[in-house]
């Protein structure tokens, strides 16, 4: 095990903030995972589990054991007729896995490709994209208790998954390690284009035959052609989530601004575009010094260089402010504020 000491952040989080870690250490197994959380125990350290850095704001340094996940291993676990088990470890890269499926012709994350981050942070907040969620390839996931010290096995109902949502994300925050994701992945593919710009796009491809493949490459264009880099420009995504709102107000906020981009759910409610909320406030591409409303996505913040953690953070509420005050719906926060 080996254990270092305030050590920089910067280069492991997509905003590149430079806070430093107090005690941090690289885990690429479960044996020295469990090491290093009876190290924390033993010296009552409270920990932090980081994989990417793709989903999370960090504020100040942290003052805690930041464990960072790098366990390995991609295994064909089961098959039956329909479908593929694909049990894969935490710290393999999410994009590099939806390649490898792509590769085997194991179907159901191809609308998912170029999500950046890991595999163990993937249930977190159920990750999303282009009509597909986690949720609907998730078979079951290990996990390691801090506290009890034990392994845990969670199926999909027991993670509670809900939109950028699981028990992770909120009743279970940092108490678990996510050491494995097991996916089910179809033999026979399930096309979904249905969703934004895909098929458009696969159309611009001038594509001859339909495939898991064509799909990523057409969900990887559009997701280049908008959303900011974080290798050039700092960003974790989506700021905030799009808000959901009774149909009734959706209704009589569209008499008094019809061009509000709105869907309606299934259970009624209507799922608000909140990068048009915050384009029609007037913030898209808004920056004050280093902190940013992205000019193509307003949904993302973005750090152009400097900017602190408190700064982007004050950004996001005086945007959620603005929203408010325009047309009283509140912004929840997608992104870890540490
Ligand atoms: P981190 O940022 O390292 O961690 C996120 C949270 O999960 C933290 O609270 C951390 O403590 C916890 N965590 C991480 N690993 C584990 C583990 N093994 N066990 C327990 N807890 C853990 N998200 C979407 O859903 N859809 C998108 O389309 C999307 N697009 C994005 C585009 C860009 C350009 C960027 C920068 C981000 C985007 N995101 C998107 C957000 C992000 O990619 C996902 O949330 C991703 O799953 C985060 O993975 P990570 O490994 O970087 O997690
Ligand atoms: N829009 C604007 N102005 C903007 C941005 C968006 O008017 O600046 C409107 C447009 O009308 C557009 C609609 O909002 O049609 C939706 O925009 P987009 O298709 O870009 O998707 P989004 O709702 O902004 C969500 C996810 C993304 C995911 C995409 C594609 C959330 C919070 N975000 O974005 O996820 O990649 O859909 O499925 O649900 C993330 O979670 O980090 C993330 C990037």
């Not at 464990?67 to 064909?76: D, L, M, Y």
């Not at 098959?79 to 049990?87: F, L, V």
């Not at 491809?205 to 264009?221: C, H, P, R, T």
Request: proline fraction near 3%.
């Amino acid at each position: 095990m080996q254990i270092e000491q305030n050590i920089s952040l910067r280069k492991l989080n997509t905003f590149g903030m430079d806070v430093s870690a107090r005690f941090f250490s690289v885990v690429d197994s479960v044996e020295s995972m469990t090491e290093v959380v009876k190290y924390c125990t033993e010296h009552n350290l409270a920990s932090f589990i980081l994989g990417g850095g793709s989903n999370i704001l960090f504020t100040k340094n942290v003052d805690a054991f930041v464990i960072k996940n790098n366990i390995k291993g991609i295994e064909k676990v089961h098959e039956d007729e329909e479908h593929y088990y694909i049990k894969v470890g935490a710290g393999e890269n999410w994009h590099q896995f939806v390649m490898h499926c792509i590769n085997n012709q194991y179907a159901g994350v191809e609308n998912l490709a170029l999500i950046p981050g890991n595999v163990g942070a993937s249930p977190m907040q159920n990750i999303g994209a282009y009509g597909v969620e986690i949720k609907d390839v998730f078979h079951s996931l290990e996990a390691y208790h801090l506290k009890d010290r034990q392994p845990v096995v969670f199926s999909g109902g027991e993670c509670s998954f809900g939109y950028r949502e699981s028990v992770f994300k909120n009743k279970y925050r940092n108490q678990f390690i996510i050491t494995s994701v097991t996916y089910r992945l179809k033999k026979k593919p399930d096309f979904n284009i249905s969703y934004g710009a895909i098929e458009q796009e696969l159309n611009i491809m001038g594509l001859k035959e339909l495939s898991i493949a064509a799909i990523a490459n057409a969900v990887i264009n559009i997701r280049r052609s908008k959303l900011p880099d974080p290798a050039v420009i700092g960003n974790a995504g989506s700021f905030f989530k799009n808000p959901e709102i009774p149909v009734e107000q959706f209704s009589q906020l569209k008499k008094e601004f019809p061009g509000m981009v709105g869907y309606e759910l299934e259970n009624g409610n209507v799922k608000v575009a909140a990068g048009w909320l915050i384009e029609q406030c007037g913030l898209k591409g808004y920056r004050s010094r280093d902190a940013g409303c992205h000019e193509k996505q307003a949904l993302v913040l973005v750090n152009y260089g400097n900017a602190t953690g408190e700064e982007i953070y004050t950004l996001s509420e005086d945007i959620m402010n603005s929203v408010k005050i325009k047309y009283g719906i509140h912004l929840e926060r997608e992104v870890n504020v540490i």
